[in-house]
């Protein structure tokens, strides 16, 4: 662990105090982890203090963590029975400050699975509009306080939120040209969802040398 | 008098202007923009989705078709963030080789923009001059990576193959008579490493006519001079990067603060604009050309005195060689778990930021200790540029509206993945 990541780490101890939820130290990179009562607070400290400076917002997005570990792409059972202490949905954003020249991932998790929010970024880092759309959009969380919260990838009246594990690969609409009614229309997919390459999680040390 | 309302004029998305599939909804008060609002999303592939299905070297080649003006530089913080989960070490040669990729891609990328925004402006001549350059270079990468846009040449623990020895030539056709073979062939004559070096010897000749196709010219600099300003503190606030951010005095460049590879070791300096407009970001964006020239200049050198592995010799990252794979058992089985199966990445989360030819281009990775990534999420420059093209465009005529989505320097792949 370098000093300079240490030294970050006691400055956000001091400059945040209890409202540090966890601080973790990975593969040479900082993650705060706050709560979401206290997210907005956070932020605009991040951004003003002068022992922290987080100038800019690099990205914000959104994680499904339902099939975390699971050994299925996709959710293998339905949303509702997704057990309520798994906290679904996370907002993560990946700060960078210039004049300290560090970075942060901050990580907010959304109290609620069915209704995910978590208060908007905007008025912080201006930057975060589009992101906070576009989780919004692929994720389905809500940004307390977002101006303009619309969709932005998918299509004009798409129904769902792609990104989540329980939506399929293939989708559930499809779009051709229909030479009867000489339009375009939506239909059901006609494709399956396939899995050419299983997912697998090995247990540790799989495979090392010295073992069967 | 009758009563004057803005009115709605809908750009895109089959303008050629937009840069692709772009469309712009402009709220016109007579000429001048009042409100621009940008929808997106017409080329939106999910590629984040798709890569959770696929094993982490299946992804690889999405990350070329993200930024199709800047391929090989796109896979780069993808391979970057896999190494790191992995905590594996590149070989130098390897390094190398990339580095001189990233700023070989980043004039491919940077000829286009500015070849294009003159073509918007009305400059025609301009985009035929960088699309000879261009040619050269997307023949760089047709003779090491086999395809001339979509190489899929970078892989987690090193690049594909060594750099070929010989540069393709050209043969005589009913097309081509024996005398054009020949002064085409003149730079071809010896390996790879001769050709590239032949270019940057050439390639400050042709910044220079460039220069006076359009640095002076007085068309050029009444559409851009003052066009699109946007000051330090608000270019931090709206998340810029790259050339957008340099152009506007901040002087940030992940290459020199943060280095990555083998960026410490060579000898480069960072253009800075001083207005923030348009032109400061040509300005910015012609230097970068020249800086990229002199880091290739710098890799070739390297390259031809040091040989050398590319990809690392783990084979539970890197496929051994073919020769071993037929003669040896043990290799065999590497071979085959490696392409069914695919690497295992232990789990935990990264984020790997590279300085790409548009800004910063970040790769956010979460493995769970699968065969697969559980997320990946890709941070483009250009999507936050344009997120910003309501406040730019803001107040500026709606012929201004097209010098202005020409300077962020877009592309649909990158902005919608």
Same mark, same amino acid.
């Given at each position: ?212 | ?22 469309? +712009?909804?402009? @709220?016109?008060?007579?000429? &001048? ?6 929808? *997106?999303?017409?080329?939106? !592939? /999910? ?24 391929? +090989?530089?796109? @896979?780069?913080?993808?391979? &970057? ?6 905590? *594996?070490?590149?070989?130098? !040669? /390897? ?323």
């Amino acid at each position: 662990m370098s000093a300079k990541l240490e030294k970050l780490c006691q400055n956000l101890h001091s400059a945040l105090g209890e409202r540090v939820g966890s601080i973790t130290i990975a593969l040479g990179e900082v993650t705060l982890v706050v709560a979401a009562a206290d997210y907005l607070e956070v932020a605009k400290t991040l951004r003003d203090h002068p022992d922290l400076r987080f100038e800019q917002l690099i990205d914000l997005c959104g994680v499904d963590y339902a099939a975390y570990g699971k050994v299925t792409a996709t959710l293998a059972v339905e949303p509702a029975e997704v057990p309520t202490e798994v906290r679904r949905f996370a907002a993560v954003s990946h700060l960078l400050s210039i004049s300290h020249n560090w970075r942060l991932r901050l990580r907010v998790f959304a109290a609620d699975n069915d209704f995910p929010v978590v208060a908007s970024l905007t008025s912080i880092w201006n930057s975060a509009n589009w992101f906070e759309r576009e989780a919004f959009d692929l994720f389905g969380i809500m940004f307390e306080g977002h101006a303009d919260l619309r969709r932005i990838l998918t299509d004009y009246g798409f129904i769902g939120h792609p990104f989540r594990k329980d939506f399929p690969i293939s989708g559930y609409v499809e779009m051709r040209y229909d030479a009867e009614q000489k339009r375009v229309i939506y239909q059901p997919v006609t494709i399956e969802p396939r899995e050419v390459t299983p997912r697998i999680i090995r247990e540790e040390n799989y495979g090392a040398s010295g073992r069967g | 008098m009758a009563d004057i309302q803005n009115y709605t004029l809908n750009f895109g998305p089959q303008h050629p202007a937009a840069h692709g599939v772009l469309r +712009l909804v402009l @709220e016109l008060d007579g000429e &001048m923009v009042v409100r621009a609002d940008p929808h *997106i999303g017409l080329l939106h !592939r /999910a590629t984040e989705k798709l890569a959770e299905q696929k094993t982490w070297l299946q992804s690889v080649p999405y990350l070329d078709r993200l930024d199709y003006t800047s391929m +090989l530089i796109n @896979e780069h913080p993808y391979v &970057m963030a896999i190494e790191r989960l992995l905590g *594996i070490e590149v070989p130098l !040669r /390897a390094q190398y080789i990339r580095v001189m990729f990233d700023e070989i891609t980043r004039i491919h990328n940077h000829l286009l923009s500015i070849g294009t925004q003159a073509l918007d402006v009305g400059a025609m001549t301009m985009v035929l001059y960088t699309f000879r350059e261009r040619e050269d270079i997307v023949d760089m990468m047709e003779a090491t990576t086999g395809a001339r846009m979509h190489g899929a040449y970078y892989r987690p623990g090193g690049v594909y193959r060594d750099l070929p020895g010989q540069m393709p030539r050209y043969e005589v056709n009913k097309f081509k008579n024996a005398k054009t073979v020949k002064a085409l062939n003149e730079a071809r004559s010896g390996s790879l490493l001769d050709f590239i070096e032949d270019f940057t010897n050439r390639f400050p000749g042709y910044c220079d006519d460039y220069e006076t196709l359009l640095t002076d010219n007085r068309i050029w600099k009444q559409r851009l001079v003052d066009i699109g300003i946007v000051s330090a503190e608000r270019a931090l606030q709206l998340g810029f990067s790259g050339p957008m951010l340099r152009g506007s005095g901040v002087e940030w460049d992940v290459r020199k603060k943060q280095p990555y590879e083998v960026y410490e070791h060579l000898d480069f300096d960072i253009p800075v604009g001083v207005n923030g407009d348009c032109y400061d970001r040509y300005l910015v964006r012609m230097e970068e050309m020249r800086q990229a020239n002199r880091i290739i200049k710098q890799c070739v050198a390297w390259l031809r005195e040091n040989p050398g592995p590319v990809i690392v010799d783990n084979h539970k990252v890197a496929p051994p060689s073919r020769e071993k794979m037929k003669g040896s058992m043990e290799e065999l089985i590497h071979h085959f778990k490696l392409f069914t199966e695919g690497i295992h990445v232990p789990a935990g989360e990264v984020y790997a930021g590279i300085e790409h030819a548009k800004g910063e281009f970040g790769v956010y990775l979460i493995s769970d200790g699968a065969n697969k990534p559980y997320r990946m999420k890709l941070r483009s420059a250009a999507f936050t540029h344009l997120s910003a093209m309501d406040e730019m465009a803001k107040g500026h005529m709606i012929a201004d509206a097209v010098t202005i989505i020409g300077t962020m320097d877009i592309v649909f792949g990158d902005v919608d993945r």
